[in-house]
């Protein structure tokens, strides 16, 4: 029996392997060969949801033409399109009305989950628990799929060392190696073992490349970065999901170095397509093909097509370029149709690998949309994901944990009973005010006596008129002097302040990183009646708290967590969760410092003895420190961890292949059981190119109990010293290194060795 379900076990689990790598290129070669032109190019024109359509169809305008290309086998995507009755009579339209009845694949935002939330993707991040934030994208997948979408717009893959751009939220931070292992494990979350399941989507990687390096932080601005950036710092991450199987890649809206992405070849066709070997397609971003011409790049919308296409965008998301203008720019001679057909081969290669030739309502179960919506599965992991992202910056006196009984506390702050802005940005399918609040979550401990008041208060409004915004009112500050008498009868005083959900994110850009409106007076007001308190903040983006950070005493990120932010929020201001989390963006100490991040260069004037030099002519500033207030990787817990006893091996790399092992110890010195993720950083002393201070190689998490010790080690080789170097490969080259492991970016623990040969 037990030898029957082996075999049974090892034949399932081929077929199932056989089912996700099945080569569906004779099957695609045999579409396109019964394609014309005009279907072709179909393929390659993505709409919005235009209309209702359960409902009667558009008889006028726009929408009637854009039903009439429907019908006619002119349209390969939609966005924004959900709900299995929706994404249903759309499907049915192209599978029953149009000549070839090909699928449409349904495209959407599927940022931190569907309609329950979960974290935003920059807290999930500082989790750095890739277990946890694969399962979350998993999670996020299934509760998508159940209504009808079968291609998420994600991951955001982009680096980004800039707090003022509002798209910092939707990425993994500044770093680019824990980039690249949270892309890996988004992809894998969202596209699982098998694309073709109905529980997954096939992923996108964004915005290739380079829009985290929008000069100043303002969203759509020009990049100009080298080609090391570029390679070192912006690529590793898209390179990441091209080996995780990715499936679709999206340009984006920004030029790099002069040339609008969009139509960018070295980007698209030389690096994606050709050496990085990429089989699926590229998407634009939402009408940036037209938007080339605003760059002062196309001369007209013809001129637009001409570029995407020959830069290699596939598909055109709401330009109708590609289909109005395809076309005559054949008939010109402009492009080719060896062109028009590999970008369709690419999206119908998607198509038939999600199995929607097999069965095009295979996202479309009314039955299974009900049961998965909301599931308690779900509403676990955003639980899980949500605890695990939060990061606790301070914790003097041990003021935290709270004790259970017997305390007087206030809560107050606009952010306190507010159930939208734990939602954060990119919640398309949420509904409003779902979040449970801090003040709910507050409310299951029912020892202690809480009172609320908000201090200052929330407003609604609905300033692009798709989203209702919740935002913190800066005209009225009378609510303080209510909340400051709350304060004075309590024990501890809990404040909620930060940003609303909707002010990071696309279009969000911010040129002040402090707390929004009033905020930071009523702080400060209310530290002058009592000081105990715990600040929690609730932010898209690093802010500069230099104020907090002197005179709070305790400061927990909790970022936007999602559905499940004030249980989360509650479980760690009670120590029944203890915090984790590690930062995966440098908080600046003020605005004047950005770009900051950790693994920056050495400049030829670092100071001897770096704020302390003394003298004028050192590279610093007259009237800030040079170093973050809270650095990449930082983090504390309820407990307390010691390293000690850095060791090598050897001192010595003597071929490729050879190896070292680097260990330290790591003691829990506190009364506590904790986590700690321990870090490993390596500077490549001198080379041909110059290297920064500092670069994550590695990390683990380490649980220990009270008193425990661990012997934690790494493996070092020459493959983990490789860069971009000016000779255009990746290649380490032989020379001294220094390696440090500690418990953030900052740690000055350290070995040295040496990379002697490379033969
Ligand atoms: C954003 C993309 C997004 C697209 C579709 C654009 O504005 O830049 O990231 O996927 O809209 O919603």
């Known amino acids: 029996m037990k030898k029957f379900l082996l075999i049974l076990i090892f034949t399932f689990g081929f077929i199932n392997n056989i089912q996700s790598q099945k080569d569906y290129s004779k099957d695609v070669e045999n579409l396109l060969k019964k394609m014309t032109l005009e279907e072709k190019i179909g393929q390659m024109n993505q709409y919005n949801g235009f209309y209702d359509a359960t409902g009667p169809s558009p008889s006028g305008g726009d929408a009637k033409k854009k039903y009439d290309n429907l019908k006619n086998g002119l349209v390969g995507s939609m966005l924004n399109v959900r709900g299995v009755n929706e994404v249903r009579a759309f499907q049915k339209i192209a599978v029953e009305e149009t000549r070839l009845g090909i699928p449409l694949i349904f495209g959407f935002d599927l940022i931190h989950g569907y309609k329950t939330i979960a974290p935003i993707p920059l807290a999930e991040s500082a989790s750095w628990d890739l277990n946890e934030i694969q399962n979350s994208a998993s999670l996020g997948a299934k509760e998508a799929s159940a209504a009808g979408i079968n291609w998420t717009f994600a991951p955001m893959v982009d680096i980004s060392r800039d707090a003022r751009w509002g798209r910092v939220m939707e990425g993994a931070g500044e770093d680019p190696f824990l980039g690249s292992l949270v892309a890996a494990a988004r992809v894998k979350g969202f596209q699982g073992n098998d694309l073709s399941s109905p529980s997954t989507v096939a992923a996108c990687a964004k915005h290739f490349a380079a829009y985290g390096f929008v000069e100043s932080g303002r ?63 590229i998407v634009s971003d939402w009408g940036s093909l037209r938007e080339m011409m605003d760059h002062g790049y196309a001369k007209n ?49 998607v198509k038939f690998e999600l199995g929607l030739f097999d069965d095009p309502y295979r996202y479309c179960d009314l039955v299974r949309e009900k049961k998965i919506t909301g599931s308690k599965e779900i509403m676990d992991g955003a639980l899980e994901m949500a605890k695990k992202s939060i990061v606790l910056l301070k914790n003097n006196k041990k003021l935290l944990p709270l004790k259970k009984n017997g305390q007087k506390i206030a809560l107050i702050g606009p952010l ?65 002097l209510e909340a400051k008498e709350v304060a004075k009868k309590a024990d501890v005083v809990i404040m909620v302040l930060g940003e609303y959900g909707f002010q990071s994110g696309e279009g969000r850009s911010r040129a002040n990183l402090d707390l929004p409106g009033f905020q930071q007076e009523l702080l400060e007001e209310i530290h002058k009646v009592n000081s105990n308190i715990v600040l929690v903040l609730m932010n898209g983006r690093p802010l500069t708290l230099d104020w907090s950070s002197q005179n709070i005493p305790a400061i927990i990120e909790s970022w936007h967590l999602g559905t499940q932010s004030g249980h989360a929020i509650s479980q760690v201001i009670y120590g029944d969760y203890n915090p984790s989390g590690k930062l995966p963006m440098s908080f600046p100490r003020s605005v004047g410092q950005i770009p900051i991040y950790y693994n920056h260069k050495s400049t030829g004037r670092p100071g001897a003895d770096g704020e302390d030099a003394g003298s004028v002519f050192w590279s610093h500033y007259q009237d800030e420190k ?36 680097a260990s330290i110890k790591l003691t829990n010195t506190g009364k506590l059981k904790g986590k700690e993720v321990v870090q490993l950083y390596i500077r490549d002393k001198f080379a041909s190119s110059t290297r920064p201070v500092k670069e994550l190689k590695g990390f683990k998490m380490i649980d220990l109990n009270p008193g425990e010790t661990k012997n934690i080690s790494f493996k070092i080789n020459s493959k983990m010293l490789e860069y971009y170097s000016p000779r255009n490969i990746w290649e380490s080259e032989i020379g001294d290194f220094e390696l440090f492991i500690g418990t953030n970016s900052s740690t000055e623990r350290k070995a040295s060795f040496e990379l002697k040969s490379l033969n």
């Open 416 to 480: 306190a009973a507010d159930k939208n802005s734990p939602l954060g940005n990119w919640r398309v399918a949420a509904d409003n005010n779902t979040a449970v609040s801090v003040l709910e979550g507050l409310s299951h401990y029912t020892g202690n006596e809480i009172t609320h008041s908000q201090g200052i208060r929330l407003v609604n409004k609905i300033p692009d008129g798709f989203h209702e915004e919740v935002q913190i009112n800066n005209t009225d500050k009378t609510g303080i």
């Open 219 to 281: 969203d759509y601005n020009t990049v100009d970065i080298g080609l090391s950036t570029l390679h070192n710092i912006v690529l590793p991450p898209f390179k990441a999901a091209v080996d995780a199987g990715v499936k679709t890649f999206m340009n984006g809206f920004t030029e790099l170095n002069g040339i609008p992405v969009t139509a960018d070849s070295y980007l698209q066709r030389e690096i994606l397509k050709k050496q990085w070997g990429f089989k699926g397609f």
């Open 301 to 349: 919308r013809k001129h637009a097509g001409e570029l995407a296409l020959n830069g290699g965008s596939d598909m055109d998301m709401e330009s109708t370029i590609y289909i109005e203008e395809l076309s005559n720019l054949i008939n010109e001679g402009k492009i080719n149709i060896e062109q028009i057909d590999d970008a369709v081969r690419r999206i119908l290669l």
């Open 626 to 661: 040079n170093t973050a207030l809270y650095p990449f990787g930082f983090g504390l817990s309820y407990t307390s961890f010691e390293y000690s006893n850095i060791k090598l091996s050897k001192n010595t790399l003597m071929k490729k292949n050879d190896e070292l092992t």
